[in-house]
């Protein structure tokens, strides 16, 4: 069956997103396929020949809209996220790996060579598995890796500067929603990277470590989320709401009907 969310869930997880999610791509609008639903923050192409990720309707999680990477491409957002401005913050995405080989492929990054903030596939001190790095030290250790090419993973992290602490979330298997996200947190400090960062690659300027597979809804919170709001998000995805309260009674409305997202 579909998921909907109860009222009160539902007015909570509108309130928290208005204060704190920055960006939110969902890649479901045919006619622009980079909007930002929620910051303004519109993707970019990188423009070399052979860099541009390509979109398809059904590419996404689900069978809705989503990018497919090869590798060698990547979308660029406008955001900031180095920890002068975000010291707090969240993001992540729903990924689906192409290739079991080892080796190193990041979702997001703004690594300007200095250890910072990423988060995708590596292979560097443990086994093959979904990671952040430290800082300025390594990728995390003992978070899973993908064990087929036909599952979506939903893929998270959490970034604390402050506390000097960094965390992975991972679901190998974002279609079921009974199991807990695996989390494994590590010391983490951060120096400065990239004022844009880079879905699909690790760095915004070059192409490197590039993704393969897909990638859909992701998006980027201006604090640190809970293993209980991120459980949320990994069941119910994103409704976004309304800069008004008056708002408030679509949302709750809209709260009523089965999202197209979930599936059996």
């Not at 303004?40 to 809705?64: C, K, R, Y």
């Not at 890796?145 to 599952?151: C, F, S, V």
């Not at 690659?201 to 192409?207: N, V």
């Amino acid at each position: 069956m579909k998921h909907t969310l109860g009222l009160f869930g539902f007015m909570a997880l509108a309130l928290s997103a208005q204060g704190a999610l920055v960006s939110y791509w969902t890649f479901d609008d045919p006619a622009n396929t980079h909007a930002d639903s929620v910051g303004g923050a519109t993707l970019t192409d990188p423009g070399a020949a052979g860099e541009v990720a390509t979109w398809g309707v059904s590419t996404g999680f689900n069978g809705s809209g989503g990018f497919s990477f090869d590798g060698n491409d990547r979308l660029i957002a406008p955001v900031d996220v180095n920890t002068s401005v975000m010291p707090q913050m969240t993001w992540g995405a729903w990924v689906r790996t192409d290739s079991l080989a080892a080796g190193l492929r990041k979702v997001m990054g703004h690594d300007n060579g200095a250890w910072d903030r990423t988060i995708g596939l590596d292979t560097r001190d443990a086994s093959f598995r979904y990671t952040s790095f430290t800082g300025f030290q390594r990728p995390i250790e003992g978070s899973p890796g993908p064990l087929n090419t036909t599952d979506w993973t939903f893929l998270a992290a959490t970034y604390d500067q402050g506390a000097q602490a960094v965390t992975i979330y991972v679901d190998l298997d974002a279609t079921s929603t009974a199991d807990a996200l695996v989390s494994v947190t590590e010391v983490g400090n951060f120096n400065a990277g990239w004022p844009t960062f880079a879905i699909g690659g690790i760095r915004p300027d070059i192409a490197s470590e590039g993704w393969v597979g897909a990638i859909d809804q992701a998006f980027v919170f201006n604090e640190l989320l809970t293993p209980a709001q991120l459980t949320q998000i990994r069941d119910h995805g994103f409704v976004v709401p309304e800069p008004s309260i008056a708002a408030y009674t679509l949302l709750v409305a809209g709260a009523l009907f089965p999202r197209r997202r979930r599936r059996a």
